[in-house]
């Protein structure tokens, strides 16, 4: 299954990293640019787990996939994908780890994805092998300074 891993550094405490990949509030949107409000439900949390489906619509192509996230291990936040109109749930997941670096973090993110077998799936693994890593590197950073724009005007 492709794999796209990507590291980045924050200057952000890995606490504060961590946080945000869980947060599944209104600001979610505004760190994972990815995630839009229309397309955003939560189905349910706990203290180390939560039910949330997700989706972008970029031009015609609509994407969502609802995940079981769990933050129970220390520097880490996993989404299990169990839905999805463009990946197969075996074996999609994807994992954001935060540790501590130079009083910062060093944030590694992993997405995996098993594409299904229908032409929109297709054309997605194809982009995913073949420009995955440029494309979610792009993403990472992204992710990084949306939270820490966010951060410094709290």
């Known amino acids: 299954m492709p794999t796209v891993a990507i590291v980045e550094e924050s200057s952000l405490l890995p606490e504060r990293v961590l946080a945000a990949a869980h947060d599944f509030s209104e600001r979610r ?15 349910s949390t706990g203290d180390h787990s939560a039910d949330i489906t997700e989706g972008t619509k970029s031009g015609p192509v609509y994407n969502w996939e609802r995940c079981d996230y769990d933050w129970s291990k220390p520097d880490s936040v996993f989404a299990d994908v169990k839905d999805s109109n463009i990946y197969n749930p075996e074996g999609s997941w994807w994992e954001l780890k935060a540790t501590p670096k130079d009083g910062g973090s060093r944030v590694e993110m992993t997405w995996e994805r098993n594409f299904k077998r229908t032409a929109k799936g297709r054309f997605f693994n194809f982009v995913f092998k073949h420009a995955g890593n440029r494309l ?7 992710i990084i300074d949306n939270l820490e724009k966010l951060e410094a005007g709290s």
Do not use: C, D, L, T
């Not at 949107?29 to 189905?43: D, G, L, R, T």
């Not at 979610?136 to 992204?142: I, M, N, P, W």
């Open 29 to 43: 949107s505004k760190i994972f640019s990815a995630v839009q409000p229309k397309y955003f439900e939560v189905h």
């Open 136 to 142: 979610f590197g792009k993403y990472a950073r992204e």
